[in-house]
């Protein structure tokens, strides 16, 4: 089964406005990263915030990490069209048989329209 | 210079061939991996690599073998194609296995 869990599945807003996307996951991690993908292009890493950590920034990106709720959140301010890709958060398991094991979930299409 | 390079990029053959995806990164990193995203877009690790030494196979079918002839290298060999192994296949590394990630463009496999 799939460790991470974003919601919602697509989000559609415009130029200028933020976006916030959650991911949701299951057991105990390391670190959790966020991933942005182009259509028909590979994954790009956007960030990785490590379970020791509650919030990170990069740029107009902010994660949030509450392993306590076992969920992260990304939020992008003031989007803009080249923000419209599929967002993905992938976990990376606590235990030795899931050490190095990123676990994706199925993303959330985001479509910024100008 | 591509990070992470990966060949061909479409790839469409007859079920019950066998096809090699062939992937090599220029990072100095020590650990490979092969993913499948399926139609919908979900991401699924198949194998890792760390040091030319295979560290995760996720029930993968044996038809699909992975080759690591060095750390800067990692393959993806699949036997007896079947319409199920019809997806994008994407290779990526990492300096150690829970750092950050970088993909390729991936390989778009269809199976006819």
């Known amino acids: 089964s799939q460790q991470g869990e974003e919601d919602p599945q697509a989000l559609s807003i415009q130029e200028g406005e933020n976006a916030t996307m959650n991911c949701s996951y299951k057991?105990?991690?390391?670190?959790l990263q966020w991933y942005r993908q182009n259509s028909g292009r590979g994954l790009v890493h956007l960030i990785l915030?490590?379970?020791?950590?509650r919030e990170k920034h990069s740029g107009r990106l902010r994660v949030t990490l509450d392993t306590s709720k076992k969920s992260s959140s990304l939020l992008i301010t003031a989007s803009r069209a080249a923000d419209t890709a599929s967002y993905f958060c992938?976990?990376?398991?606590?235990?030795?048989?899931?050490?190095?094991?990123?676990?994706f979930g199925a993303g959330t299409q985001v479509v910024v329209t100008p | 210079d591509t990070a992470v390079s990966q060949t061909p990029k479409y790839l469409v053959t007859q079920m019950g061939n066998d096809k090699s995806i062939k992937c090599e990164q220029n990072?100095?990193?020590?650990?490979m991996y092969w993913y499948k995203q399926d139609s919908k877009k979900f991401l699924k690790i198949m194998f890792s690599?760390?040091?030319?030494?295979?560290?995760i196979n996720e029930t993968v079918p044996n038809r699909f073998s992975p080759k690591s002839p060095d750390k800067a290298h990692l393959n993806l060999h699949i036997n007896s194609l079947e319409l199920g192994d019809s997806a994008v296949y994407f290779c990526?590394?990492?300096?150690?296995?829970?750092?950050?990630?970088?993909f390729g463009q991936g390989t778009r496999l269809t199976v006819v």
């Open positions: 990526a590394s990492s300096q150690g296995a829970a750092a950050e990630a970088f």
């Open positions: 057991t105990s991690i390391n670190n």
């Open positions: 915030i490590r379970s020791n950590e």
């Open positions: 992938a976990t990376d398991g606590m235990t030795t048989d899931s050490w190095g094991k990123f676990q």
């Open positions: 990072l100095g990193h020590d650990t």
């Open positions: 690599y760390n040091n030319k030494e295979l560290i």
